[in-house]
């Protein structure tokens, strides 16, 4: 066999080999076209290697349950080799819209690809070679974490949830953080989640101490409310084993989400004091 050389630039090569951004978010942009309830939002850009990018963000708003919306931002793809957290916020979305009574009273800021060059890429870091979930509320500069901050500081979320996935674990698992009540969020959603995957169970999980699979600890730098924000939101970082099949992982996030959702609305409206 004849080996045909590859003309192509360095540059050319490994613009080949990208995941596209506009093609995962494609059927969200078309229902926010069609929706009343989901907003989209391409305006946040910044440059990463002389590449023009943007933060992509989707609002959707529930009907009304209340006299304030309940405000919770949902992240995703702050590793960009981990997919499977932005592929489940698309499917959340589309779920939500065709079921409205389930986003009832919320107002929800989603972020489904927080680290657009590392998504292309599908690497853990960003192009510039940082890890951006160790960059926030740390003075960085990194566009990307700047642009987020923002958003968090501007929303004064409610709550925030974090996906993730873990190449060293065989069982999901999650960080409680934040507001006290995050306790009553954290169990029923990775209870929901095993109906698709087994939960981690061991007594260290990611270099920390777990219960049951929850961890109370976390890495500094990590996505989060800024430090100095009262009253402290709840806040849940949700972790999928990598090795299992796209499907379930997937899955296993939208339970977990919806199970966050549910649970959140009920604790407000009976439980303010927890």
Not at 33 to 55: C, I, K, M, P, R
Not at 116 to 139: C, M, V
Request: aromatic fraction near 8%; include cysteine; proline fraction near 7%.
């Amino acid at each position: 066999m004849i080996a045909v050389p590859d003309n192509r630039t360095a540059a050319q090569q490994v613009a080949s080999f990208r995941r596209s951004v506009a093609e995962v978010l494609a059927p969200l942009d078309a229902l926010a076209a069609a929706s009343t309830n989901l907003l989209v939002q391409h305006g946040a850009s910044f440059e990463v290697g002389g590449e023009l990018y943007d933060l992509p963000r989707y609002i959707f708003l529930g009907p009304k349950g209340g006299d304030e919306p309940i405000r919770v931002g949902l992240f995703a793809g702050i590793h960009g080799d981990e997919p499977e957290g932005t592929h489940a916020l698309v499917k959340l979305l589309r779920l939500l819209d065709a079921r409205l009574e389930s986003a009832a009273g919320y107002c929800l800021f989603v972020y489904p690809v927080c680290n657009p060059s590392g998504f292309e890429d599908a690497t853990r870091h960003s192009r510039a070679g940082k890890d951006l979930n160790r960059e926030f509320w740390t003075g960085s500069r990194q566009p990307e974490v700047r642009l987020l901050e923002t958003e968090l500081t501007t929303h004064t979320f409610h709550g925030i949830v974090s996906l993730h996935t873990d190449d060293t674990s065989d069982g999901f698992y999650g960080y409680a953080r934040g507001a006290t009540l995050t306790e009553h969020l954290i169990e029923p959603a990775l209870s929901a989640a095993e109906r698709f995957l087994p939960r981690n169970r061991a007594a260290r999980i990611d270099g920390f101490g777990a219960s049951n699979g929850i961890i109370r600890e976390s890495f500094g730098g990590v996505l989060s409310a800024p430090p100095d924000v009262q009253p402290r939101p709840f806040e849940v970082i949700l972790e999928t084993p990598k090795a299992p099949p796209q499907a379930l992982k997937e899955a296993a996030f939208l339970a977990a989400l919806q199970s966050v959702l549910a649970n959140y609305r009920e604790l407000i409206a009976y439980a303010p004091n927890l």
